[in-house]
């Protein structure tokens, strides 16, 4: 039998969804029909995409005219399986953001290997493994595989890793819970509350509500007082998929109320919304825009409103714009929106026109939002810097306008300072502010144009 991936299945997706670890994807070890596996179970042969030449060795067979090659044995897969986990952790933590799908494909190969080994061969592996990280992934896939054949067994060897019940990271948690709630919900439940009290325990049963949040949400819903707020956003995000705060007001004032004790963070009710908003983005509004903003907070406010500020900055803006003056806990969405809008190439024209209709709004959108708003350096190439910076010269110079020019003038200065330096001798006034973006400015250009950068500081 060949076992193929399908390509549906996202790791980085399953991440999101669950909070950390072995995603809920499309494609799955094969399920035994026992509770208990048999030792000797091992299921047939395996075809993987590769990047090896044409050979064939033993149990492996490289297919050259489609660049795939398959496994009929776990040992057999093993030299490759070391390949992989050595490539995976020599990406680094920012390559596997930067480059998910090249790392999502090295683990679903991982997967796959693994689906090859029957139990005493994954236990026996993951006793000889040590975590490259606190919440290393190929624990979430290791564990998952073995509570496939044998939850009981998988909690036997977690237990091992996991003997310092009150540690911060518990490897291989999540992906245990999430497959051994799939096979025996309640079994995996018995579980946990045969955990002593701790952070063994409570993250334990963490992770299970936030898998009964995907695959029973109202149940899930009714258990919202036992979540941790500490660690409640990936439960709250799930949740948010699937209830309207609309039809149950309660839940909604748990929420809000799910805060840590002293911390300003906005909590659960944030990634709820931010979920909802994804979902039905209209209903999500209407119930937002009809609390008391000011209570819930600018924080919450904005980071409810971020998946829509990312999708459409400009709609959202252009929606929430005639709130701004009776619900002013609405401006910091305002502010992160303005800076998506003025982002988008074509647009720089109309985000600056809204900001000289909106100009007492100036101080609030200071230059610490722009620096991952106006990050890269290809967006902004001479023409469009040349756009920016013609609609910048219809603003009004009074102060709050003024200092806010000089702020997004400072960000731009690092991918075209020559431009920058020919607006600030004809366009900004004299004084202190004004020298500091010439001076950040002629700095930049000194760094690629040290001749040219100097020249022109001698003419001016």
Partial sequence: MIVAMKPGWSFVTGLAALGAGFGAGNWHAIHPGEEESSAAASPGAVTFLGDESSSSKGNQTIHPATGTFSYTAFEEARPRLNQLIEKYRDFGPMR???????????????????????????????????????????????????????????????????????????????????EWEKR??????????????????????????????????????????????????????????????????????????????????????????????????????????????????????????????????????????????????????????????????????????????????????????????LSDSSNWSPERTSRVLAALKTLPQDDSLAAFTQDFLGKISEYQPKLVLDFAIDSLPLGSRSDQTVSRAVGKWAETEPEAAIQWSLEH
């Fill in 184 to 373: 025996d919900s309640p079994g995996a439940e018995r579980w946990i509350e045969s955990l002593n009290e701790g952070k063994l325990k409570t993250s334990a049963k963490q992770i299970f509500l936030t898998v009964k949040a995907l695959t029973d949400p109202e149940r899930a819903a009714t258990r919202l007082g036992e979540i941790d707020p500490n660690a409640g956003y990936s439960f709250a995000s799930v949740l948010g998929e699937s209830i309207d705060l609309a039809r149950c007001p309660e839940m909604a004032e748990q929420l809000l109320q799910k805060r840590s004790e002293g911390s300003s963070s906005p909590g659960m009710i944030a990634p709820f919304l931010d979920s909802w908003g994804k979902r039905d983005p209209d209903a999500m509004k209407e119930w937002l825009f009809s609390q008391d903003l000011d209570a819930i907070g600018p924080d919450v406010v904005q980071q409810s409103l971020a998946s829509l500020s990312i999708d459409d900055p400009k709609a959202l803006i252009e929606e929430i714009s005639p709130r701004l003056g009776v619900q002013p806990a609405l401006r910091k969405a305002a502010s992160e929106a303005w800076w998506g809008w003025i982002a988008t190439d074509g647009e720089e024209t109309s985000a600056i026109a809204w900001l000289r209709e909106n100009s007492a709004l100036a101080p609030e959108f200071g230059e610490r939002r722009a620096i991952y708003r």
């Fill in 96 to 178: 596997r953001i930067l480059s998910p799908v090249e790392s999502e494909r090295v683990l679903q190969e991982i997967e796959g290997i693994l689906a090859l080994a029957n139990q005493t061969q994954l236990a026996e592996w993951i006793q000889g493994i040590e975590p490259s990280s606190a919440d290393d992934p190929l624990f979430d896939i290791a564990f998952a595989a073995l509570a496939n054949r044998s939850p009981s067994v998988a909690a036997q060897i977690g237990r091992e890793f996991w003997n310092d019940e009150e540690a911060t990271s518990f490897p291989g948690l999540n992906g245990m819970i999430r």
